[in-house]
């Protein structure tokens, strides 16, 4: 089991920066591929990033492609998401997951341990 802690959410205007962190402890982080969720109030939770245990693949959502940056820092065991410009419609609880596998992966069912989350509410 890894525990996962987010942070770096909160209040912050359209076309701002924001940079997520995602703290593991536990077990051994580098061997984890390692996720990023996205709940919006009303809506199911989609897939935002993902990225494999070494960091040499990445996978995106389309609506976030060259606006989101997923990656990794195994010796911190630390994953970040860094978002370049936000738009109102990233407003959303932000989770952190990771996978006990050494591939890439973009099903929720794959990943095994979750964070609690961290808001992001973009304001205009």
């Known amino acids: 089991q890894v525990q996962l802690v987010e942070s770096g959410g909160g209040l912050v205007q359209a076309g701002g920066p924001l940079r997520l962190s995602c703290a593991a402890s536990?077990?051994?982080?580098?061997?984890?591929?390692m996720g990023w969720f996205r709940q919006a109030p009303g809506k199911e939770r989609e897939f935002v990033a993902a990225?494999?245990?070494?960091?040499?693949?990445?996978y995106y959502a389309d609506f976030v492609k060259g606006r989101f940056t997923i990656s990794r820092d195994n010796v911190k065991n630390t994953v970040y998401l860094q978002i370049k410009s936000l738009k109102i419609e990233d407003t959303a609880v932000y989770y952190c997951?990771?996978?006990?596998?050494?591939?890439?992966?973009?099903?929720?069912?794959?990943?095994?341990?979750w964070g609690q989350g961290t808001q992001v509410t973009v304001s205009s």
């Open positions: 990225i494999n245990w070494s960091g040499s693949a990445t």
């Open positions: 997951a990771a996978g006990d596998r050494s591939t890439i992966t973009i099903d929720a069912a794959d990943f095994d341990s």
């Open positions: 536990g077990r051994t982080f580098s061997n984890y591929a």
